[in-house]
């Protein structure tokens, strides 16, 4: 059972274009979602994270937009660059669980053509 | 980038052995986790420590067991490796389980079951 479902499992856009990654969860339990970043031959990085008592959280190009009701959230990759090639992974927490216990999606490939 | 290593970083091993894979931090955090990465399913849980001698599984642990006898290492072991279980793995390691505390990654190990 998937309880984070991402979509698309790949993308490609132009440079200075928009890049959307769309993520849902089942379990109404998760109260926080993190975006990592994952370069190849490299471990994931965390790039921005939401909790759900806010709609939208603003880091200089990215983006998460969440909707509680809908139960998604999605990353936006604004003016998208080159160097934002990378695959993309959203996550939700328990945090009530007490065991830091990350539920993955199953990721992203992003390419951002020159 | 947080003081994680893992080793080694490729394996290729055969059917039915034994395989031990290490992470060691020198963060002290309390939390240690082993993921999986395959494609099409992004980032497994396979076990967690929440303190020396303290373990526990998460999602796809059948098959792998884990020891944490020193806060900063926490080894992975595949008693009778398969071919199911070629994958990339990471460790990563957070300083509390609760939301908006960043678990960061390992480089990661490659391991090839033949």
């Known amino acids: 059972q998937q309880q984070v479902k991402q979509s698309p499992q790949s993308l490609i856009v132009q440079k200075g274009g928009i890049s959307i990654i769309n993520c849902a969860y089942e379990?109404?339990?998760?109260?926080?979602f993190p975006w990592y970043q994952q370069f190849p031959g490299k471990g994931p990085a965390l790039l921005i994270a939401?909790?759900?008592?806010?709609s939208e959280k603003k880091e200089g190009r990215f983006t998460i937009s969440f909707n509680k009701s809908a139960k998604q959230f999605s990353l936006h990759i604004m003016d998208s660059q080159p160097g934002d090639s990378a695959t993309y992974f959203c996550a939700a927490l328990k945090s009530g669980s007490n065991t830091g216990k990350l539920i993955f999606g199953q990721g992203t490939t992003l390419q951002v053509k020159p | 980038d947080a003081g994680i290593t893992q080793s080694p970083r490729h394996k290729v091993t055969e059917t039915g052995t034994p395989v031990t894979l290490r992470c060691h931090q020198t963060?002290?955090?309390?939390?240690m986790y082993w993921y999986r990465q395959d494609p099409g399913h992004g980032l497994r849980l396979i076990h967690y420590?929440?303190?020396?001698?303290?373990?526990d599984k998460g999602e796809v642990s059948d098959g792998y067991s884990v020891s944490r006898s020193k806060t900063e290492d926490f080894l992975l072991t595949l008693e009778s490796a398969t071919s199911s279980q070629t994958s990339v793995y990471f460790c990563?390691?957070?300083?509390?389980?609760?939301?908006?505390?960043?678990?960061?990654f390992g480089p990661g190990t490659r391991l090839t079951v033949t």
């Open positions: 379990n109404t339990a998760f109260d926080y």
């Open positions: 990563a390691i957070s300083e509390s389980a609760a939301g908006g505390n960043e678990q960061y």
């Open positions: 939401i909790r759900p008592d806010v």
């Open positions: 963060e002290n955090h309390r939390y």
């Open positions: 420590s929440y303190g020396v001698k303290d373990t």
